[in-house]
């Protein structure tokens, strides 16, 4: 029987327990008395409990009646205190998804563009429970974007990561079935660009005869075009981090003049093991660097957008979109007469390409090429190879150097 003059005498860290009630016991703490239900698991021998109510506001009949239901959950093989797992929509698992594993890896662009895709593509499955989506309306979902199967696979692939990422949280139940990593896979391959009515699916580079036949034909450009394009050739860094450049990034060095550009402003800013990446300025490339921060603005960026607010740096599509308006098949401004590349079929990234095929024809050592570019070792070499690579890429940039102008050279002769 319980007595409520025994409870009422109870003090802190002692408790009452409850005759013909196994594992029912009142329990005194600083804050008051609550009703808990205490048993031995079966699985780990250690003690569990789960508070039923506070006393006195759950009286001892109703206590009890709460004991008797949490018994025979736990009689029947269950665990009564196990987290009911909240069931999500489709749109819910990937908000989670976005703001959470995405906003910490990715930058602010890449986050937006994940978060763009979900909205834009998932169409009537968003408001479904996650873990109720059919293999048919999975199926469906990839089906619809089977035009562009880059995208497609690239949504696949972030749905995927998504549903795993909301059952390692606990917000999807672990039995959830991922469709995304079983539906197509192999089956969304690009058919490639659409260049001039046609299919592009290679990826470009240029020859060595063709980087010397562009050199000379870059003053065509406008000075900024012309100088982002140079140092793509020169330097094997990528468009976003060129046209990010800033004057405090560029230190002259005993062994000349050196650019550092940031961990964050690169694309391996999200691996822990990546540092800041250190390119030697070489030949046309140094007098490009030395030429523009003598102009530099306020903004100290070298290539500063140019608008009335300032500020800013020139965006790495308006570089792109310069490259294409002087394709011979392009038919932007069809009434503007301007000169046309000898060179076709090319994006500024492949300048990037080239620059890394030139220097494997040049004998240099893939470690040391793949360094120049920025790409971080793969697998365990990546951990346990932390090499800065800055002597090396001081002799090959300068070797580079050597053979882009040789290369001019050849082509003016």
């Given amino acids: 029987m319980f007595d409520a003059r025994e409870a009422k005498s109870l003090k802190p860290d002692e408790h009452l327990n409850i005759e013909g009630c196994p594992g029912l016991r009142l329990q005194c703490t600083t804050r008051g008395r609550s009703w808990t239900y205490r048993w031995k698991s079966p699985e780990t021998g250690g003690m569990r409990q789960k508070k039923i109510g506070n006393w006195p506001a759950m009286s001892a009949p109703a206590a009890i009646a ?30 989670f998804y976005v703001s959470g594993h995405i906003a910490e890896s990715r930058k602010v662009r890449g986050r937006e563009a994940v978060s763009r895709m979900f909205k834009q593509m998932l ?45 390692d949280a606990g917000r999807l139940p672990q039995d959830t079935p991922n469709w995304w990593r079983q539906l197509m896979r192999g089956k969304l391959r690009s058919v490639g660009r659409l260049v001039a009515g046609r299919r592009v699916t290679t990826k470009r580079f240029l020859s060595a005869n063709e980087m010397g036949k562009l050199v000379q034909w870059l003053p065509n450009f406008s ?70 921060m003598a102009l530099a603005p306020a903004s100290g960026y070298l290539f ?60 240099c050592p893939p470690e040391i090429a793949e360094a120049v570019l920025g790409h971080l070792p793969k697998g365990i070499e990546g951990t346990y190879n932390r090499h800065t690579y800055d002597p090396e890429r001081l002799a090959w940039l300068t070797r580079l150097d050597e053979k882009l102008e040789a290369l001019v050279v050849a082509r003016s002769s």
């Avoid at 959950?73 to 990937?94: K, L, N, Q, S």
């Avoid at 979902?141 to 690239?154: F, G, S």
């Avoid at 540092?275 to 300025?281: E, S």
Wanted: charged share 25%; with cysteine; glycine share 6%.
């Fill in 123 to 167: 169409g009537d499955v968003a408001t479904i429970p996650a873990n109720q989506l059919t293999r048919a309306q999975a199926f469906d979902v990839l089906h619809a974007q089977r035009a562009t199967p880059t995208q497609a696979q690239k949504l696949r692939s972030e749905l995927g990561a998504a549903w795993e990422y909301a059952m």
């Fill in 223 to 292: 000075e900024m075009v012309q100088d982002v394009l140079t140092l793509y050739l020169w330097t094997g860094t990528r468009g976003s981090e060129i046209v990010a450049m800033e004057a405090q990034e560029i230190q002259e060095e005993a062994t000349g003049l050196w650019w550092t550009i940031p961990k964050v402003k690169t694309k391996n800013a999200r691996h822990p093991h990546a540092t800041d990446l250190r390119v030697p300025l070489i030949g046309r490339a140094a007098k490009i660097v030395q030429k523009r």
């Fill in 66 to 95: 709460a004991w008797e239901k949490l018994r025979e959950v736990r009689m029947g093989g269950a665990d009564p205190v196990a987290r009911a797992v909240r069931v999500e929509t489709v749109e819910e698992v990937c908000d």
């Fill in 304 to 363: 500063a957008a140019e608008t009335e607010t300032g500020g800013g740096h020139t965006a790495q599509q308006a570089i792109g979109a310069a490259v294409n308006y002087v394709q011979p098949y392009c038919k932007t401004a069809k009434r503007h007469v301007r000169e046309r590349l000898p060179v076709t079929h090319w994006a500024p990234h492949d300048l990037r390409r080239s620059t890394r095929t030139l220097l494997a024809s040049m004998g």
